[in-house]
C-alpha cells in the first residue's frame, strides 16, 4: 500500500515560512556527496563531450556521415533502456555493488573508446558506455536520497547534484571543441577514463551498501517489456532525428516500443512484486513532478542544439566561440545550483517548480527574436543563460518533488523515475523536434519553428502543472 503523503486540506501550499538549515556536513558526507555528484557529472559529460567531435571522428575510424548518428544513438539506447531495470536491481541487490559495477564498466568502456581501432569496436565502447551509465545513474540517486534525510540537507545534496548534472552537458559541449583542436577527438573519451579512475577508488571505503529489506521477487516479465519498449522507442526517435520517421524501421520500432510500453502498464497492474509501483505514479508529486523533468530536460537539449547551429551555420561563429556562450550559460546555472535550494525551502519545491518552467518557457520565447545580425548572439547569449538559471531550478525543484515523502525502501524505484524522466528527455527532445530545424531549407527559420514550440510546450506544462499540485493541495 502506497503512503498517504497528501498534506492537510488546504487552497495553497503550505505557509512559507524558511524550512531549518541544514546542518553542516561532516567531512565523510562532503566526500560521499563528491563522489557520487561526480560520477553523474561524468555520466552527463559523456552525453554532449563528443558532439563537436564526431566530423573528426568518421573520417579517422572510416565512419560514413550517415553513421555518426550511432555515436550517439550506442550510448543513448542502453543508457535509457535499462534505468528502470537496474535502479530495481540495485534496491534488491544492493544499490553500492551495483553502482561500482557500473563505475568500473564505465571506466573500461571508456578506455575501449579511446583505443578504438574500427567503428565496431568504438560503438561497442560506447554501447558499454551506455550500459555503465544506466548503471550508475539511478543507483547513484538512490544513494544519495538515502544518505541525505529528507529535507534541507536532501535539498542541498540535490541541488548540488542537479546542478553538476545540468552543467556537464554544457562543459561537455565546450570541452568537447577544446580537446578535439587540440589533442584530437580521443581525449574527450580519455577524459571519461580519467573521471572513472579518480571516483572508483574512493567509492567502496566511502559509501554505505543499502537495499530492499524483504528483497521481494524480480519481476521478470515486467523488466523484459520496459527494457525492451525503452529500447525501441529510444531506437525509433534517434534514428528518426537522422531520417525522419518515414523509414520502415523507424515506424516499425516505434509502434513496438508503444505496445511494448503498453504491455508493461498491463503487466504491472497485476504483479505479485512490480517493478514499477503504480501506487506511486499515481501520487501527484510523483506524476506531475516527472511531467516537469521530461519537459524541462527535452526541451532545454533542444534549445542548445539549434542554438549550436544556427551559431555555427547562420551567425558563422567559430565551434570555439560558440562553445564560449554556452561557457556561460553554465556559470549561470552554477550561481542557479548555489541558490535554488534556498528558493525551494522558502517557497516550496511544487512553486519553484512552476515558476521556474515558467521562466524557462518566457525566455524561450524572447529567444524567438533572433536573426541574421551579431547583435542576435547578444540576445541569445543572455536569453539561454537566463533561461538555463531557470531550467536548473526546475531539475532540482523536480527532483525533491518526485522523492519527498517516499520511504527508504522505495526510493530505488522513485529515482529510477527521476533519472528515467532525464535520460529519456534529454534523448528525445533533440529527435523530436531538432529534426525540424535541420530539414527546413532556411535553418533560421526552423530555429524559430523550434523555439516557438518550445515555448509553448514549457508554458503549458507549467499551466497543467500548477493546476494538478493545486489540486492535490486542495483534495487534501
Known sequence: MAIDTTPAPSTREAPSAPRPRAPKLSTREKLVLFVLCAAQFMVSLDFSVLNVALPVLGPDLGMSTSALQWAVTAFALPSGGFLLLFGRFG??????????????????????????????????????????????????????????????????????????????????????GVLTDTLGWRSTMGLLTLFALLVLPLAPGLLPESRTPDRPRLDIPGAVTVTAGLLALIYALSTAAERGFGGADVLVTLVAGIALLAAFGF??????????????????????????????????????????????????????????????????????????????????????????????????????????GTWSVWLATAAVSLASMF??????????????????????????????????????????????????????????????????????????????????????
Open 391 to 476: 531550467h536548473l531550478g526546475a531539475i532540482i525543484s523536480y527532483g525533491v518533488t518526485v522523492t519527498s515523502g517516499v520511504p527508504d525502501e522505495e526510493q530505488g524505484l522513485a529515482t529510477g523515475l527521476v533519472t528515467s524522466t532525464q535520460q529519456v528527455g534529454i534523448t528525445i527532445g533533440i529527435p523530436l523536434l531538432g529534426v525540424l530545424a535541420t530539414t527546413n531549407s532556411d535553418l533560421l527559420a526552423g530555429t524559430r519553428m523550434v523555439l516557438a514550440i518550445d515555448a509553448v510546450v514549457v508554458l503549458g506544462a507549467a499551466g497543467l502543472i500548477w493546476l494538478g499540485l493545486r489540486r492535490k493541495a486542495t483534495r487534501g
Open 91 to 176: 534496491d534488491l541487490f544492493g544499490r553500492r555493488r551495483l553502482f561500482l559495477a557500473g563505475l568500473a564498466l564505465f571506466g573500461l568502456a571508456s578506455l575501449l573508446a579511446t583505443f578504438a581501432w574500427d567503428p565496431a569496436s568504438f560503438l561497442a565502447g560506447r554501447a558499454l558506455q551506455g550500459v555503465g551509465a544506466a548503471a550508475i545513474v539511478p543507483t547513484g540517486m538512490s544513494l544519495l536520497t538515502t544518505t541525505f534525510p529528507e529535507g534541507p540537507q536532501r535539498d542541498r545534496a540535490l541541488g548540488i547534484s542537479g546542478t553538476l548534472l545540468s552543467l556537464g552537458f554544457t562543459v561537455g559541449m565546450v570541452l568537447g
Open 267 to 372: 503487466i504491472e497492474s497485476r504483479a505479485a512484486a512490480p517493478l514499477v509501483s503504480l501506487p506511486m505514479l499515481r501520487r501527484r508529486t510523483v506524476a506531475w513532478g516527472n511531467l516537469g523533468g521530461l519537459v524541462t530536460f527535452s526541451m532545454m537539449t533542444t534549445v542548445v542544439f539549434v542554438l549550436t547551429l544556427y551559431f555555427q551555420e547562420v551567425l558563422h561563429l567559430s565551434a570555439f566561440r560558440t562553445g564560449l556562450v554556452f561557457g556561460v550559460q553554465g556559470v549561470l546555472s552554477v550561481v542557479a545550483g548555489i541558490f535554488a535550494p534556498k528558493v525551494i525551502g522558502r517557497f516550496g519545491a511544487r512553486r519553484t517548480l512552476v515558476a521556474s518552467l515558467a521562466g524557462q518557457g518566457v525566455l524561450g520565447a524572447a529567444l524567438l527574436g533572433i536573426g541574421e
